[in-house]
């Protein structure tokens, strides 16, 4: 079993539908990870890996159009987006945003004195918060230059990567989702991205890795593997399913999924 | 931005047009209705001389003419009913208790107007750094640091006190950069204008603070025409500040300024306005039609005008602060944001007009557009035959929230030299979906995200302003956004 399996779970998904940009996209998804748990989704192009995360973060244009999504056994649905973020589900982007003009470092501040603030912990200061952020900074080998920079604004897909990791590990989220975190990057950035990845592994602490690929399993290793096919869950396992399904290929779980 | 500063944003962001109350305060004011008898009335009220009423008599002769010939400008991208310019009052002002020996003699209404504005005239409390002339309705009320300016030789005072204390300079000056023939809104300024600030910079003197003009508007049904006259002498720098509300009322003022900037051989004149003129209610009754017309020329070598302007308030905006660009080397900067909500309507730019040679402009505009809000950029460039080696760069970017704003970009060029190097780029972006999301999923406030998206939209211009200018017209950006998101 995996570490810290047997409390309660600090997320549950029942029977989740969604649909986004008028299309069904998830029908019918269970899910259950407990506190100290890393699960990987994995599934083909358009099996609704995307659209899971967006559900879990609250982006407006996803729609639940069924079931429960149960944060800590409170209705995760009823929150927007911001509040979500502030109780601690962290969403690693798959394509980090641009904000040109504001700094890099402006927006970790602001984001991390917001969540402070709902749990009622005194706001940072800027000296304060450097120090932070540039032990996090090492984490990830992320240049300094970066927090000077506008949010993500001429970053390399490699940058933007970290920069996602760097966030997380100055929020310290109880929930993170990482969407194809391992997208784009080649095998340095992916081993200093997984790196930062692990060394925020916490008992306290869940994540759910979506990918495309298992190579980046090889670098976080799971708890449990799930593969969403067709917007299902259609098969779950521990991390041997994921070199598994390397092998065979996602023909093998479609079929299942039929 | 600091916390503190962020914090206050995200309490402004909710917050209705401040500035919004009436003083009541004991005005002189005269009927409704233009013709000679109000020009001389102001004129002699004020104690001109002669030449000074003479050329305010042409030039409402001319302004007559135009308004018969019905010649008021319509090429702006604006719509308004017609103005009835004989049912506007054209001078209006607190009367004064006594004679006035200093500053704490003023009407302790009107410091306590000023105070409620945020701008301290009496003597304990000024701003540090920042002398200001406040101009309340039609005239001028006070002038701070006037006497640690003299030391300096800089003349820094009302445009009636010029007048009188400083004939020379004025009449030397007075309509050089913008005739009163110039335009229609200039024409009408130059008759009826009733106080402003004048200030004079000498040969080599840097000004160690920044001067600032604090325009209130206060009675109603009356127009506001001032005139602002800067001159820095040769090697001489000055930085300029402009503020400028008025009062929530139902019905539209009018306010025609004029501003004139003079910079001569290697002087340089820095100019920064935040504009929040009262904009109307949100269905778009009310407000201020500010039809402004500012113009600086660079007559001697290596000069350099800077105009920095945040344009939040008014009705209707129509202004395009210019630079004459006559000196070889030099320099003209215009750096705009303007923003529209609700009903608001801006047709704003610049002119740079190269002359002289290895000239060189750069024109950063930023306009955004919320609500019902309609956003012009009007800017024209044009090097002339002689003006070797200009150089123009321009950007025009515009944002828009929501689908019922529009933005409009008329850029012309006229280049008439072909050692020219003339740039122009233009995008118009939405404030996306995916940007909002981002910042609402690290936890930031919808409300917060958009102005820190604005803010760094406006970057590039914000940085411009001396610092206490920058946090409020930052703050401004934050209410005038108000009902723009959600």
Redesign the interface.
Known sequence: MPQGGHGAPMLELVDVYATAGGAEILKGVDLAIRPGEVHAIMGPNGSGKSTLANVL?????VEVTRGAVRFDGRDLLAL???E???QGI??A?QY??E????ANM??L???L???RN?RGEP?L??IDFLSLAREKMKLVEMDEKLMQR?VNEGFSGGEKKRNEIL?MAI?EPRLAVLDETDSGLDIDALRIVAGGVNALRHPARAMLVITHYQRLLDYIVPDVVHVLAGGRIVRSGGKELALELEEKGYGWVEGASA | ???SE?AELARLANREYRYGFVTDIESETIPPGLDESVVRLISAKKHEPEWLLQWRLRALHRFLEMLERETEPTWAHVSYPKIDYQSIIYYSAPKPKAKLASLDEVDPELLATYEKLGISLSEQKRLTGVAVDAVFDSVSVATTFKAELEKLGIVFCSFSEAVHKHPELVREYLGSVVPYSDNFFACLNSAVFSDGSFAYVPKGVRCPMELSTYFRINSAGTGQFERTLLVADAGAYVSYLEGCTAPQRDENQLHAAVVELVALDDAEIKYSTVQNWYPGDKEGKGGIYNFVTKRGACRGARSKISWTQVETGSAITWKYPSCILQGDDSVGEFYSVAMTNHHQQADTGTKMLHIGKNTKSTIISKGISAGRGQQSYRGLVRIGPKANNARNYSQCDSLLLGDECGAHTFPYLEVKNPSATVEHEATTSKI????L??????????E?AVS??V??????VLRELPMEFAVEAQNLLGVSLEGAVG
Request: charged content about 25%; some cysteine; proline content about 6%.
């Open positions: 973060a609250g982006r407006p244009s927007p987006a911001e979500r973020a502030r962290f969403l982007f980090p945003v904000i040109p003009g504001v402006y927006f501040k602001a984001a004195n917001a969540v709902h706001e200061d800027a506008s966030q929020l | 931005m600091s916390e962020n996306g979906e995916d940007q999301f981002y910042c609402r999923q690290r936890g930031i406030s919808e917060d820190m998206i803010n760094g939209f406006c970057k590039q």
